[in-house]
Structures are given as C-alpha cells and as structure tokens.
C-alpha cells in the first residue's frame, strides 16, 4: 500500500492505517506530487499547516508521516509495546 500528501487533500494521516508495508511518496516542495504517481497511490492526505504556510519542506512532510505511522504501530500493540518494524522501547 502506498501514499502520499498534498494540501489540496481532504483526508488526514490519522485516517489511513498504517501499521502494515507502506510506500511514502513524497514530491517537490511546493509542486507536490506528479499527476501520474498521484494515480497510483491507494491513499493521499493533507497535513496540518496554520498561518500562511504555502508548503511543508519535504524532509518536515515524511517526519511527519513517519511519525503517524510508528505512533499507529505503536498503539496497536498488546501492552504499549511496538509492533514488528516500529523503534524498540528505550
């Protein structure tokens, strides 16, 4: 399962399960994501921007997404602990 984010994009990554294999498509700061692999994603979701914010710098959007997902993996866990492919506990 893939996806990505836009702006333009209703959804929230809080929405879309991400506690499986995913692929994060990440496009160009400001003109996002090209019209062909927007197509093949199965998912897209806007990320929370306040102020006059145009567009998140590419590095901010996957840190952001990555946190979704570890967040995701880690509360589907028995007991708070992290499932298969999320950090270990420190």
Do not use: F
Not at 21 to 45: F, N, P, S, Y
Not at 49 to 66: C, D, F, H, P, W
Not at 76 to 81: E, I, K, N, T, V
């Amino acid at each position: 399962m893939g996806g990505g984010a836009d702006a333009k994009e209703r959804g929230w990554p809080h929405e879309v399960d991400l506690t499986g294999g995913i692929v994060l498509a990440l496009g160009a700061e400001g003109t996002g994501l090209r019209h062909l692999t927007r197509q093949t994603c199965d998912w897209m979701v806007r990320l929370p921007q306040l102020g006059t914010v145009e567009s998140l710098n590419v590095s901010v959007a996957a840190g952001m997404l990555l946190y979704e997902t570890v967040r995701q993996r880690m509360a589907g866990s028995a007991g708070g602990r992290p499932t298969k492919g999320s950090p270990p506990d420190r």
